[in-house]
Structure formats: C-alpha cells, structure tokens
C-alpha cells in the first residue's frame, strides 16, 4: 500500500432513538456493570461518514478495511451497497474505486446488525458470552497501486539444522520487487525478486536466525517493496508441533499453562482500543505468568495478538461458535469464518494452534472433516485442535482439546487422557474449574480460596501427568454473560480476575510462578469470617525459599516448600496449619513431647468439635491422667492458642525469604489507618488512530498494604481537562477492589478525581 488513512473519527451513529457523533471503538449501547439488559445491543444501526477521496487516487485501489464490526454489516459508497458482511470477528476488505467520486466527498454507511438472532456464528442458542454490537475495532482505507501485493504468508522451516523461511508472494500483476527483511530495524536480508508468476514462494536461508520463543520473542520484519508500494509482515522464525508426550517449540518441550480470555470490558463490550487490547495480554504474561491464552470463544484484536507476538505469549485461536451448529448456510459460514481466521493470522508467531470445531459442539463427521482439511489446506505450518466438552469424541484433529470439568466428588483435578481420548492423540486441557465454581471477589474467604485449590490440583496434576500437553483454566476474567449464565447480575464470575483485572486469590497462584519475588497469603486470620469461627489453614502463594511465621512477634515456625500438597506446581503454594509453634513449651513450660501432644490435641478439637476421633481422646487422657492437665486448663489453652476468641490482638506477620534475605513482610492486624491504592496502567493516553483509554485498577487497604476483601462502599469519580471516563461516575468498589476506564478526549492535560470517604485521590493524565 502507498498510505493508509485511518477512518475511526467523526461517525454519526444513528439507531431508533439517537443520533450521535462517535469514534469506534463503539458499542452500540452503553452498558451497565450488571444487571445489563442484553436486549439493549441487539438492534439495527447504522454509521456514516464522509470521506474526500483526492483526484491523486484514480487509478489506484481503495481498500476499505473494517477490522470487526458485530455482526452483520452492509457497507454503502454513496447509497450503493458494495458488501454485506456475516461475521463479528474478522477483518473484511471491499476494493471502492469504482463507487467512489474523485475530487469529492464521498458518504460511507455502515448499516449493523447486532441482533442475536442472525443465522450465523456465534448464533443459534443462547450461548455463555455476550455479543455486543457496532463497528468495535479499526477502520481505514488502504490506498494500493495497481500493481501490489495481495498476500504475503510466511512459513518458518527448520531442514538439515538449517532455519528458512518461505516467503508465499501473492501479486495482483506480474512484476519486480524488492524483499527486505529487518531484524531490531536493521537490515539483514535484501534480495531482488523477478518473480515468473502472480503466485510464488521464496525460500531463504536464515544464517543467524533469531529465533521466536516464549522467553526470547524475536521478531523479524519483511518488507516487500514495489515502486512506492510497500507491504509489511511480521513474522517469527519458530517451529511448533503437538506430540503426544507434549509441545515442542523449536525442537524444546514447553508445558502450556494457560487461560481463557473473552475480549470483553465493563460498559463497552468488545469496544476497547489498542492499549486495552495490550494490556490483557501484558497482564497474562507479566502479572499471571502463563506461557499461553485460548482466545474463547472467537478471533481476537490484532493488537492483542501483536503483543502475544512480542511477549513471546503462545495462542490457541479459534472461530466464533457455542455448542450449536446450524444449517447448511450457517456452516458454510463457519467455514467461512475458519478460512478468514486462517488467511488473517497465519503470520503471528505466537498462534500455535487453529480450533477446528465449533466450541463444544457435537461430532458432526462431515462438517468437520471439511472444517480440518480446509484449516490445514491454509496452513500446513500448524496444527488443528477441536474443543470438545465430551470424551472419546472423534478423532478428526491432531490434538484432543478437552474441557474438564466433570468431577462431581471432587476426588480428582484431571481426568487421566486414558478416560477421554480413544486414540495415539497428543491431548490437552482447554479448560477447567469455570463454573464448578464461581468465585465473587466479596465471596467469603473460604469460596475464594476454594477457587485458588481446586486450580491447584488441577495444575499440580498437569505438571505430574506426562500425557497434558498443556492447561487452559477458565478463565482470565469475570465477563458479562446472558441469564442463562452467571450469577444472574449478567456476570459470569469465573476469572481468576474480576472484570477490571484485580486479583481475586486464584490469581496469586499464577502470579507465584514467575521469578520476581512474590507472597501473597489466602487469608487475613479473622476467624469471624469462618464457620464456627475456625480457621485450620491457610496458603502462602510464594516463589520464596522459605516462609517465616511470627504471632506476636515471636517465631513460631518456617516452612518450606516442601509444605505443599501441590508438590509438582513449579512454585508450590505452601500449606501453613501451626499457628502455635513451640509457644506451649516456651510460655507454659511443659516439655516438648507434652507440649506436642497438647497441641494435636488443641488442633483435633479444632478441626472435629465434638466428633474428635478416639486417638486424640486416648492422648487428652492421658495428658489428663499423668500431666496433670485438667479440662479447665486445656479449655483455656485452647482460647489462647488456637480459637483465640475474644483473646487480645493477635498480630501475625509472615516473611517471605529468599537467599536468606527477607523480600516481603505481611502483617495481619485491626484495620485501622485506611487508604486507596492505584495502579494506573499509564498516564500517557496517545490520540493517535483513535482515543485511547487507561485502566485505574483501585483498591482499598488498610494500613498494611493489605486488601480489605469486604470494603464495598461508594466512590465518585470527576474529570478535568482532556480526559473522560467510560461508565458511571457513581460506582462502588466490589470486595475491597474497583477501576475506572479513562478515556482521552483531544490532546492536551487532564485529571481523574476519585472521591472516597477514606481519601481523595487525583490522577494526572497527559495526552499526547
Ligand atoms: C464451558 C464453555 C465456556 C464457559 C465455561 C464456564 O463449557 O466452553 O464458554 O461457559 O464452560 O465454565
């Protein structure tokens, strides 16, 4: 292409009651946080805007791109259709020289159908996931010369220990080019192409090949230059492949733990741009430290999966869809759907894997043998994968992708591949826990720990369990759902997130695991949020080498990760259930051994009341009989170090230890000094294609830095200047959490005034 003009200004949307002026990303409808009516987007609208298109462009392409619109679209150039388009998730292109006026003003109308009923992907059923409506991503026109290029796949190849790349060329007239390639902007392959047909490969050798891997994600850029006519790839030099005892990424085995995501934020739906769509995937890899995301249930942003690209972030993508499969003509267009997916993002390093099915949907031996051979036809660089929610399903894939779920006795994390896949299949688990149990940041603290446990058996069993590829748990984040869904509210609260990416405790496990030092503990110790007011254990979620528990200040005891029944997890989350220690022996003076016994006596009337088993009544017996123990004083041994009901304050402090340095410290005590934590994803909005938006992720703590899990109270939010916010400007925080979308509004200063009853805070923003 010689330019592109970025087309997301200055729309004038209209459906049957407004008529405003926006900028896409847009939402047909502003949403609320919950209790949403999914009514509301469903409707016909419609966009127009006025373009001049300059007497320059005769004679040249005009390709108007529309890089997702939900989900119907019929595109007019002044009054005449030139497209109707069938899909909310992929990127389509109409060519509009021969409708245009040159030297003129032009009208480009979008008219949209979001309405859930249309007879294509995802639609048919109700399905887990809500589906908004409008022009939600870029738009823009591509201005091309006659002569350009049309496609340009690159395929990575590893022969004889040698790296090449396979440049597949695909011009709209036959004629010389020049083929660039940049590594880090600087040039290291140019070669002059006279190619002898409109469709050609290129094999080059890559002599010191950088290659793509999670922790190094090398990137390369190819530029292919005709006269002024440029066209850009970027591309990575890696080899993935499924085995049936794992994935091997350039030759090495990588175990894939991974999440779901929906592309789904509070108010707007999908409509977020590019820094938001950044922003996910940064918060997956820097702050969960997954290797891998499953977009569910669709194709994502570009920009998303660019920063996948650059983080060296693996992804399983797949085609729009939901359990139903429908007619004729809804399957030809999910074909369709396929294909586009397949044309559109073959050239991301960081997709290793194309969903061939329809999620969760039944067999259907047709439709799916046609589905996996159109996929590989596209794409012989990958493999094919088919998400399935039922066992020994057919075998049309090269990977059995699975979502387990079903465990009603809770027994087991993960089925063994034996009892879900018939054949000598490489297999893999695209999802877990999800709705076996829904987690709400204001659950108590036993139903948000819960959720944290059951993804650690999981994780534990797939890091022992040779036969798992890889680990995708449901999910990211908390997402706005149909009632058929969720909780009720329209919320599905399944992500180890909630829906402005705070962290619920399940997200410390992921957090844990990379190398940065981390503790996070599943408890504050307030016994009064416990059934019967007793707390038996707790989780440190750390990568230290040892976690130091004091009461009181004193010491009571280390431990190790060899305290963890989730021993395979790489960072095991460690099991703290002595919160006494030797205090018995050093502040009442009996012996260790009695001191010992008294204590799993002390523990047993914990954890079984009445019903202590007969064991620990023999032991109190004889503390009774020859230590002169009486019930009295095991009753008040009892309040003081173990119930501690109605005891002074207790202070628990716990330090995290690495190379016998301590790294953290958490003090559990009163809440009593108040504040408000932010974490701004960045102050500086850049007005570039489109607004822009930043995440002010808030929480309130008290005056140890901990969370306050049960603040729930109301906050006002105002701004000044350049900036708006997205929402309501009355909210509340949510479990000790909240956040406010800032959203630019023209170049210039602007502040953010969050007004809480504990303090007020302002944020500055610049936007450039
Ligand atoms: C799966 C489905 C997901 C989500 C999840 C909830 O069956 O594929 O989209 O609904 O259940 O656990």
């Not at 496990?509 to 038996?536: F, K, R, V």
Request: glycine share 6%.
């Amino acid at each position: 292409m010689i330019e592109r003009l970025y087309l997301n200004r200055g729309w004038t949307f209209k459906n049957e009651k407004d008529t405003l002026i926006v900028d896409v990303p847009h939402n047909v409808f502003d949403l609320k946080y919950n209790y949403l009516n999914e009514d509301d987007y469903q409707m016909i609208s419609s966009y127009e805007k006025e373009i001049e298109i300059p007497n320059d462009y005769i004679d040249k392409h005009l390709f108007l791109t529309f890089d997702g619109v939900a989900h119907k679209s019929e595109v007019y150039i002044n009054d005449k259709l030139v497209i109707t388009h069938y899909c909310g998730y992929d990127r389509f292109v109409v060519d509009i020289k021969d409708y245009v006026n040159y030297g003129n003003k032009n009208t480009i109308k979008v008219i949209v159908d979001s309405n859930e009923k249309l007879n294509i992907p995802p639609f048919g059923n109700v399905i887990d996931y809500l589906t908004y409506g409008g022009i939600y991503r870029d738009v823009y026109l591509d201005i091309c010369n006659n002569n350009y290029v049309k496609d340009l796949f690159i395929k990575p190849v590893y022969e004889n220990n040698k790296w090449y790349a396979i440049f597949v060329v695909s011009l709209s007239e036959l004629s010389n080019y020049k083929l660039d390639i940049y590594f880090n902007d600087l040039k290291v392959i140019s070669k002059d192409i006279n190619p002898n047909k409109l469709e050609e490969e290129i094999k080059i050798e890559f002599n010191d090949p950088k290659l793509w891997n999670i922790d190094n994600p090398n990137l390369y850029k190819a530029v292919i230059t005709i006269d002024n006519d440029i066209k850009e790839e970027t591309f990575g030099l890696r080899i993935c492949k499924f085995f049936n005892d794992g994935f091997y990424l350039n030759n090495k085995k990588v175990k894939i733990l991974g999440l779901n995501r929906h592309q789904a934020y509070p108010y707007v739906g999908y409509a977020m741009p590019k820094s938001m769509q950044e922003l996910d995937a940064k918060i997956l890899k820097k702050e969960l430290h997954v290797n891998a995301v499953r977009t569910s249930h669709y194709m994502q942003s570009k920009y998303f999966i660019d920063m996948c690209d650059k983080l060296g972030l693996l992804v399983f993508t797949e085609s729009p869809g939901w359990q139903h499969i429908g007619d004729d003509a809804w399957k030809a267009q999910a074909l369709e759907n396929m294909k586009n997916m397949v044309l559109q993002y073959r050239n991301h390093p960081s997709i290793i894997l194309w969903g061939a099915r329809i999620n969760e949907s039944r067999d259907d031996h047709d439709f799916y043998s046609k589905s996996n051979e159109l996929i590989r036809s596209l794409d012989s660089t990958r493999q094919t994968g088919g998400v399935r929610c039922y066992t020994f399903g057919e075998e049309l894939e090269d990977v059995y992708t699975y979502n387990d779920f079903y465990d009603p006795k809770e027994k087991r994390g993960l089925a063994p591949k034996k009892k879900v896949v018939k054949g000598n299949i490489p297999y893999l688990v695209s999802e877990f826990n999800g709705h076996m149990h829904p987690t709400k940041m204001f659950d108590n603290e036993l139903v948000r720990t819960k959720q944290a446990l059951r993804i650690c058996k999981g994780m534990n069993e797939f890091y022992s369990d040779g036969d798992i590829t890889g680990f995708f748990v449901w999910c990211m984040a908390d997402y706005n759902t149909h009632k058929e869904f969720g909780s009720g509210d329209r919320i599905c609260y399944h992500g180890v997130l909630d829906m402005f990416r705070n962290p619920k405790i399940s997200s410390y496990l992921y957090s844990s695991q990379g190398s940065e030092d981390y503790l996070m503990l599943s408890s504050h110790l307030n016994i009064g949020d416990y059934n019967a007011s007793t707390i038996q254990s707790i989780y440190a979620f750390t990568n230290a080498d040892e976690v130091r528990l004091y009461r009181n200040n004193e010491l009571i005891k280390t431990y190790h990760k060899s305290d963890s029944p989730y021993p395979h997890i790489p960072n095991s989350p460690i099991l703290i259930d002595d919160f006494v220690g030797n205090l018995l022996e050093v502040k009442e003076g009996y012996s260790h051994k009695v001191a010992e016994n008294m204590k799993a006596v002390l523990f047993a009337t914990l954890k079984y009341g009445n019903r202590m088993p007969l064991k620990y009544k023999l032991m109190f017996l004889r503390l009774m009989l020859f230590h002169k123990i009486n019930y009295e004083v095991g009753y008040n041994l009892y309040g003081k170090y173990v119930g501690n009901w109605g005891s002074n304050e207790i202070v628990y402090k716990f330090e995290g230890v690495k190379n016998n340095k301590v790294f953290k410290t958490i003090e559990l005590s009163k809440a009593r000094y108040l504040h408000i934590g932010l974490d701004v994803s960045s102050n500086t909005l850049i007005e570039d294609n489109t607004y822009d938006v930043a995440l002010v992720r808030i929480k309130a703590l008290d005056q140890n830095g901990n969370i306050l899990p049960y603040y729930n109270e109301p906050f006002s939010v105002e701004t000044t200047g350049n900036i708006k916010f997205i929402g309501p400007n009355l909210l509340s925080f949510k479990g000790g959490y909240s956040g406010v979308f800032v959203k630019s509004n023209g170049k210039g200063n602007g502040k953010l005034i969050i007004k809480t009853e504990i303090e007020n805070k302002e944020i500055d923003f610049i936007v450039k």
